[in-house]
T-cell receptor, first 111, second 114 residues
């Protein structure tokens, strides 16, 4: 079974630029999550999708972050404009309701 | 609000020694508990989980954890550590029997000496 795929693996941008991350969950998983993991901390949930609907985006900084999952499969997380404090690893996970399976993450560096 | 505390930021053990990583949670009811491991450049891998039943749970790679309700703890143990166990370990809790809404601790970095 293929795991959760994420791209790119690494991204370096300057502050005020925009960036997008892509996630392809495990086939058949209805629930998809985006997490932000700042260096030295545990992952923090940004947004949760059930199929193509948002279940919880209460911790998503909506003034600069957006996410979509248009067809209930792939998802994109965007940051526009980026700030220095957005430097982190962005993890995508999908769930079969028993366990969350994580992708390798995208490491974002904002200069 | 629920919270998870991993009091040890960094632990160093010798290969072959036993290991215990601590995890405490704050939550009004019995949470659903998880331990994940993260190697450099890798995503999180589930080691074990506790939903209900036997409070001693076995996981992959020879790890086990014990849920102690009276201490609000879910400590991870391994009787003999291998060099390949060097990684960061995260304890997490969830609201329900599903894997939804995980709240993670800040992690414990494990170094294994030869």
């Amino acid at each position: 079974e293929a795991g959760v795929a994420q791209s790119p693996r690494y991204k370096i941008i300057e502050k005020r630029q925009s960036v997008a991350f892509w996630c392809n969950p495990i086939s058949g998983h209805a629930t998809l999550y985006w997490y932000q993991q700042i260096l030295g901390q545990g992952p923090k949930l940004l947004i949760q999708f059930q199929n193509n609907g948002v279940v919880d985006d209460s911790q998503l900084p909506k003034d600069r972050f957006s996410a979509e999952r248009l067809k209930g499969v792939d998802s994109t997380l965007k940051i526009q404009p980026a700030k220095l404090e957005d430097s982190a690893v962005y993890l995508c996970a999908s769930s079969d309701n028993n366990e969350q399976f994580f992708g390798p993450g995208t490491r974002l560096t904002v200069l | 609000a629920q919270s998870v505390t991993q009091p040890d930021i960094h632990i160093t053990v010798s290969e072959g020694a036993s290991l215990e990583l601590r995890c405490n949670y704050s939550y009004g009811a019995t949470p659903y508990l998880f331990w994940y491991v993260q190697s450099p450049g890798q995503g999180l891998q589930l080691l074990l989980k506790y939903f209900s039943g036997d409070t001693l749970v076995q996981g992959i790679k020879g790890f086990e954890a014990e849920f102690k309700r009276s201490q609000s703890s879910f400590n991870l143990r391994k009787p003999s550590v291998h060099w390949s166990d060097a990684a960061e370990y995260f304890c997490a809790v969830a609201f329900s029997g599903s894997a939804r809404q995980l709240t993670f601790g800040s992690g414990t970095q494990l170094t294994v000496l030869p």
